[in-house]
């Protein structure tokens, strides 16, 4: 007996064949559609493992210590001798302003680090005595300056300014990128209408203030860790918990908390 073709499924079938091209067309339509849904999670995922590698590379930050008052060598020794750290980096952090002449720039300047958050020198070369710095593109570009100019900083207060840098007026060496900005966007500070809008290196010797403003701190854990993953965030926060409680009176933040903060930094 001969099997009864269902005329469900031939009314479709004509219906595909008089319309080829549209059929194609939205076949093709679907491919590229799931390719490219496939390919942004690929991307993500290798955007991800890329940025761990980086940052296991640099020796990036995972806390970082902050304090009104400063650290003295007996502090930054009270953390070293705290469990589970692989590395402690006290350093200088201090806000000035960049005295363009027709107005005020704010620049966050940094000590050059030694273990951990590594600049990437684009070029030029490093500071090798505390007239000398480097600077980020921007500010060249900007600033219409070119490697081995002078550039002046200052505050309202030079009082103030001089109780932590030896001098005004530094030397560029070379341009730099750094590992604690990745975007655009340079954070909060003290000075003018509260928007930092550039970053600059100094030789340590630039600084005279008698206490170390930071500290950023390695974890052993850290380099065994996806550091772009739930896990890292969560024993990260772990970690944060652990310095508050044993230090309350420094402000404890993640690598996540500490790029778009404003501070003030005070002396002894």
């Given at each position: 007996?001969?099997?009864?073709?269902?005329?469900?499924?031939?009314?479709?079938?004509?219906?595909?064949?008089?319309?080829?091209?549209?059929?194609?067309?939205?076949?093709?339509?679907?491919?590229?559609?799931?390719?490219?849904?496939?390919?942004?999670?690929?991307?993500?995922?290798?955007?991800?493992?890329?940025?761990?590698?980086?940052?296991?590379?640099?020796?990036?930050?995972?806390?970082?210590?902050?304090?009104?008052?400063?650290?003295?060598?007996?502090?930054?020794?009270?953390?070293?001798?705290?469990?589970?750290?692989?590395?402690?980096?006290p350093t200088y952090i201090f806000?000035?302003?960049?005295?363009?002449?027709?107005?005020?720039?704010?620049?966050?300047?940094?000590?050059?680090?030694?273990?951990?958050?590594?600049?990437?020198?684009?070029?030029?070369?490093?500071?090798?005595?505390?007239?000398?710095?480097?600077?980020?593109?921007?500010?060249?570009?900007?600033?219409?300056?070119?490697?081995?100019?002078?550039?002046?900083?200052?505050?309202?207060?030079?009082?103030?300014?001089?109780?932590?840098?030896?001098?005004?007026?530094?030397?560029?060496?070379?341009?730099?990128?750094?590992?604690?900005?990745?975007?655009?966007?340079?954070?909060?500070?003290?000075?003018?209408?509260?928007?930092?809008?550039?970053?600059?290196?100094?030789?340590?010797?630039?600084?005279?203030?008698?206490?170390?403003?930071?500290?950023?701190?390695?974890?052993?854990?850290?380099?065994?860790?996806?550091?772009?993953?739930?896990?890292?965030?969560?024993?990260?926060?772990?970690?944060?918990?652990?310095?508050?409680?044993?230090?309350?009176?420094?402000?404890?933040?993640?690598?996540?908390?500490?790029?778009?903060?404003?501070?003030?930094?005070?002396?002894?």
């Amino acid at each position: 007996m001969r099997r009864r073709r269902n005329p469900f499924w031939i009314d479709i079938l004509r219906e595909i064949w008089s319309t080829k091209a549209r059929c194609v067309s939205l076949i093709i339509i679907t491919m590229l559609g799931a390719a490219s849904v496939v390919g942004i999670q690929a991307s993500a995922i290798n955007m991800r493992d890329a940025a761990d590698r980086e940052y296991k590379a640099i020796g990036l930050y995972d806390i970082q210590l902050k304090s009104a008052t400063g650290f003295t060598g007996e502090d930054i020794a009270s953390v070293r001798e705290m469990e589970g750290i692989s590395a402690v980096m006290p350093t200088y952090i201090f806000d000035v302003y960049w005295d363009m002449q027709t107005d005020l720039r704010s620049v966050r300047t940094y000590a050059l680090p030694d273990e951990l958050n590594k600049v990437s020198l684009l070029s030029g070369r490093m500071p090798e005595n505390a007239g000398e710095c480097l600077v980020e593109q921007r500010m060249l570009r900007e600033g219409g300056f070119s490697i081995g100019d002078n550039i002046s900083f200052s505050l309202y207060s030079m009082d103030t300014y001089y109780s932590v840098l030896a001098t005004s007026t530094f030397t560029i060496t070379g341009v730099a990128s750094s590992p604690l900005y990745v975007t655009f966007e340079r954070g909060r500070t003290a000075l003018g209408n509260g928007s930092l809008r550039y970053f600059a290196y100094l030789h340590p010797d630039a600084y005279t203030i008698g206490a170390y403003t930071d500290v950023y701190i390695l974890m052993q854990e850290s380099p065994d860790m996806h550091n772009v993953s739930e896990e890292y965030k969560t024993a990260a926060e772990g970690w944060k918990r652990r310095f508050e409680d044993a230090k309350p009176e420094w402000f404890v933040m993640t690598r996540e908390d500490g790029t778009a903060l404003s501070r003030t930094i005070k002396t002894r």
